[in-house]
């Protein structure tokens, strides 16, 4: 009996350990990350494409900032939230789209997303979020901060891979990176 019982305890102290670490591991990604988050009015064509220029505009508004680091992300965001929807509408204007917009820095939940060689884990993130219309369509999104968003599921810049791994500890990084499958697995069962 005495050794059942240390057995349970020994898994249950187990379970809450890989239970810590991964909250640990999420909590890091969560102060470290800034997700955008584009939503098509529908899936027509028209809408999808509509949905990557907005993507477009927005990320080039932002990269024009140069913000280096998350908190000056986080602070340009809130501030320029009104400036970031104008360049929506602007964009929806010269294609023609009519199109109500809600746009918001929030809390959200992601799903897990693989980019080439990076592999973020589901969770909760901050994100800008961009509801086209009815937001009812396909969605896109991508890491804004560090800048790793990408097309064709390729890196556009290695220099923002750099970046991650200056702002995450090596072992986050190596989790997202897909170096420790088995702690990325721990993350996914233990998601928010």
């Known amino acids: 009996m005495k050794q059942i019982f240390i057995i349970f305890l020994f898994v249950c102290l187990s379970f ?3 239970y810590v670490y991964a909250q640990n591991v999420s909590e890091e990604l969560f102060n470290n ?3 955008l988050h584009v939503i098509a009015d529908d899936d027509s064509e028209n809408s999808q494409s509509v949905k990557l220029k907005v993507r477009d505009a927005v990320l080039q508004k932002i990269k024009d900032e140069e913000l280096l680091t998350y908190n000056a992300t986080c ?4 501030k320029h939230i009104g400036e970031l929807e104008e360049c929506v509408y602007e964009t929806l204007r010269e294609v023609g789209a009519e199109y109500d917009v809600l746009i918001k820095f929030e809390e959200c939940e992601f799903p ?3 980019y080439d060689n990076l592999s973020f ?4 993130y901050r994100a800008l979020r961009i509801l086209l219309g009815d937001a009812k369509g396909k969605n896109w999104w991508c890491v804004m901060y560090p800048t790793l ?3 064709n599921e390729v890196c556009e810049d290695s220099e923002a891979c750099k970046k991650l791994r200056t ?5 986050t990084f190596d989790i997202v990176a897909g170096e420790a499958k088995f702690k990325f697995k721990i993350l996914e069962f233990f998601a928010k």
């Open 121 to 124: 884990p589901k969770g909760r």
């Open 149 to 151: 968003c990408f097309t």
């Open 167 to 171: 702002e995450v500890s090596a072992e």
């Open 33 to 35: 990350v800034i997700r």
């Open 75 to 78: 602070e340009y965001v809130e």
């Open 112 to 114: 897990t997303k693989n």
């Open 16 to 18: 809450f350990d890989a």
